[in-house]
């Protein structure tokens, strides 16, 4: 397991002292006590031990540093300027309300502008926003903003199609719902032909999307 940092940078630049393993481990014990279970039981004992370790998991995005992670690009490209589309990128997130998950597929593509960047670092730059207490909404346009920003292409297109928990086994229990969101910057947000296009590519959002639910 990496060892986190004692501080983790937050994003609107607060920076929130991290509690230390014994009081994260207390922490799930009282919520075990509030679920209505005892947390001495054999079956419960190494659970805060586990749910601190899943957590550094869940949440292993706030130790990355997205626009790092951008950093380094292609040129070398022989002209080619047509859509890049990484597409299917499955993730799995947590909603900030109720840290219940939301599993779902992102689409990121890109019309480059001389520069290109390896396909697994949008994979990478998914999972790093993914890995943080999240809504969709946000997720989406942060992903959009940081490719923007880092690599300067002539446009940025993302599709996010999640499946919210927080809708299936909770509150309203509606499964099989899933939320679509998008965010079209520079070409793809001011022509119309370049946007069709890179929507055709993703396909119909929602098509296959039964397995997760
Ligand atoms: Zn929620």
């Not at 060892?3 to 481990?25: C, G, M, N, Y």
């Amino acid at each position: 397991m990496t060892q986190r940092k004692t501080f983790s940078l937050i994003e609107d630049k607060h920076i929130v002292p991290r509690p230390t393993r014994a009081e994260a481990e207390e922490a799930v014990r009282v919520l075990l006590r509030w679920a209505g279970d005892d947390p001495g039981r054999e079956g419960l004992i190494d659970t805060p031990e586990r749910v601190a370790s899943a957590f550094d998991e869940y949440f292993s995005g706030y130790s990355a540093d997205p626009v790092d992670l951008l950093k380094r690009t292609f040129e070398e490209v022989d002209g080619y300027d047509e859509i890049v589309l990484l597409r299917d990128i499955r993730f799995e997130s947590h909603c900030e309300h109720h840290m219940a998950p939301i599993i779902g597929k992102a689409h990121v593509a890109y019309l480059p502008h001389r520069r290109v960047v390896g396909i697994s670092k949008l994979a990478r730059l998914v999972e790093v926003y993914a890995k943080r207490l999240t809504i969709q909404e946000k997720m989406t346009a942060q992903i959009a903003n940081t490719l923007d920003e880092v690599l300067r292409p002539k446009g940025v297109a993302v599709v996010i199609e999640g499946a919210h928990q927080c809708m299936t086994t909770r509150g309203v229990h509606k499964p099989g719902v899933s939320m679509v969101t998008s965010r079209m910057l520079g070409v793809f947000r001011t022509n119309p032909t370049t946007r069709r296009e890179v929507l055709s590519m993703i396909g119909t959002p929602g098509g296959a999307f039964g397995e997760h639910v």
